[in-house]
């Protein structure tokens, strides 16, 4: 999985960065395939919207080129679902439209895609855009370290410190935290928060989040600190300095 990479602008210290293909049209997934695995990408093929989402569940992509003329699911309601769920809300998403007018539709729709391209493109402009992506989108790697304010997350040796003051947190409170500042400012409601850090298939009562929130904010804010846990009513919690 982590091999050396040969991806410009920044990524060649990352892992070679997964890019899910979703496109019907088997010539165009042999170029874009060879086209890719020459810049260092690794590739996953998937034929359908619904496959496309049982391989993004099962292991989650760098990024996605989603094919907007789809068997099944279309590239739209792909995109949507990709949306809806916490754990791939920020993934990006470069939709391949059919037709050059397609593009105004498709900007129009607001489907959450992070960038359009039409056929038939441009292989270098496609991965231009492909870099810019993966470039803004939150590709910290599994070791790296996080940042918020004046939280420092070390992923590796699993330390958390705010200003210089070191934090103890139980396993939760760590996952809760790092889910947090892998989306700084966002509001998640309780059942998303079960479901990207206690997992779908555990079941777990929704007041279990304010139990480890309420830990958590314990933790993290001291004497006279900040409080950087966002409760938003009826809506659910951020990591933000800003009052709700
Ligand atoms: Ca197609």
Not at 20 to 35: C, F, G, H, Q
Not at 211 to 216: A, D, G, P, Y
Request: with cysteine; charged share 30%; hydrophobic share 40%.
């Amino acid at each position: 999985m982590r091999g050396q990479s040969v991806v410009s602008d920044g990524l060649s210290s990352l892992p070679k960065p997964l890019v899910l293909v979703v496109e019907d049209e088997a010539a165009l997934v042999t170029m874009l395939r060879y086209n890719l695995e020459k810049q260092g990408y690794r590739v996953a093929e998937a034929s359908d919207g619904q496959d496309a989402l049982n391989q993004i569940q099962e292991q989650q992509p760098d990024i996605v080129l989603l094919d907007w003329m789809l068997p099944s699911l279309s590239g739209i309601e792909v995109c949507r679902q990709i949306r809806r769920k916490p754990a791939t809300r920020d993934l990006p998403v470069i939709m391949v439209t059919a037709r050059t007018g397609d593009q105004d539709a498709v900007r129009g729709l607001n489907t959450g895609a992070d960038d359009y391209i039409a056929k038939p493109f441009n292989i270098d402009a496609l991965l231009a855009r492909m870099r810019a992506l993966l470039r803004r989108s939150n590709a910290v790697p599994e070791k790296g370290q996080l940042n918020f304010h004046d939280i420092e997350m070390d992923l590796s040796t699993h330390r958390v410190t705010r200003d210089t003051r070191r934090v103890h947190l139980g396993p939760t409170e760590f996952r809760l935290l790092e889910f947090f500042m892998r989306h700084p400012r966002r509001v998640f409601s309780r059942e998303e928060l079960l479901d990207a850090v206690w997992g779908h298939d555990i079941h777990v009562e929704p007041r279990t989040v304010d139990v480890h929130i309420r830990r958590l904010r314990k933790s993290m804010n001291d004497d006279g600190e900040l409080d950087v846990v966002r409760t938003v009513r009826a809506a659910g919690y951020a990591l933000d300095t800003e009052p709700a």
